[in-house]
């Protein structure tokens, strides 16, 4: 007898649930359902596990997972979970990247609506943030640029710019350029793009030649 999927579970109104506590379960279980690509359900899960090579587990087993059936996940899956979704595999363990994680989905959710964004781009999106965090950057400031750059989306700026702007790493610089024309948010990035090279940085431009 096939088992239930954990995806069809209630959900709160607004779509993303309102708490997650601190079982593996429950956290599995709040990224299948606010994925930007999801709500993904057990049988997606499993496919998607396989589709990008990593350490594969069946649909059954990723509804157990998901439910507190199976408590005892290995490193590999544990590990396989969070490369899938795009978190520190330490989202599972510590309740203080679980918040920032967690608001960053929330954030990245309510741009789906915008059509210039892909479910796969928002997702990629989460994945650049969330390595920010690894790689030791506050997590203030991570959650401070991603507000700055939802408020230049609003602003009618296009992704391209966006992540122009984010992977420079300036932010603060960005917001001025709010009301500026593509041709002016190029501009702006040339001469970005001149300052590291003066500062013996890599420019975007510099590095899309290769």
Not at 24 to 32: K, M, S, V
Not at 38 to 61: C, F, H, I, K
Not at 171 to 191: F, Y
Request: proline share 4%; net charge negative.
């Amino acid at each position: 007898m096939a088992e239930p999927d954990a995806s069809q579970n209630a959900e709160a109104p607004d779509g993303v649930m309102a708490t997650v506590q601190g079982t593996f379960a429950e956290r599995l279980d709040y990224l299948c359902r606010n994925d930007p690509r999801g709500p993904l359900g057990d049988v997606r899960v499993s496919e998607m596990l396989r589709e990008a090579g990593l350490p594969t587990a069946s649909d059954t087993y990723v509804w157990q997972l998901r439910t507190g059936r199976r408590d005892n996940p290995t490193k590999n899956h544990i590990e396989g979970f969070a490369r899938l979704f795009g978190v520190p595999v330490k989202y599972f363990f510590e309740d203080d990247t679980v918040g920032v994680v967690n608001k960053l989905l929330k954030m990245l959710n309510a741009l789906k609506g915008d059509k210039r964004f892909t479910d796969e781009q928002l997702h990629s999106h989460l994945g650049s943030l969330t390595r920010l965090l690894e790689s030791g950057v506050r997590a203030e400031t991570v959650l401070a640029q991603l507000e700055a750059l939802a408020r230049l989306n609003e602003a009618g700026v296009t992704l391209d710019t966006l992540k122009r702007f984010e992977e420079a790493g300036v932010t603060s610089i960005a917001m001025r350029a709010v009301g500026l024309s593509e041709q002016g948010l190029n501009a702006a990035a040339a001469m970005l793009d001149q300052v590291r090279r003066l500062e013996g940085l890599p420019a975007e431009s510099d590095q899309d030649q290769y």
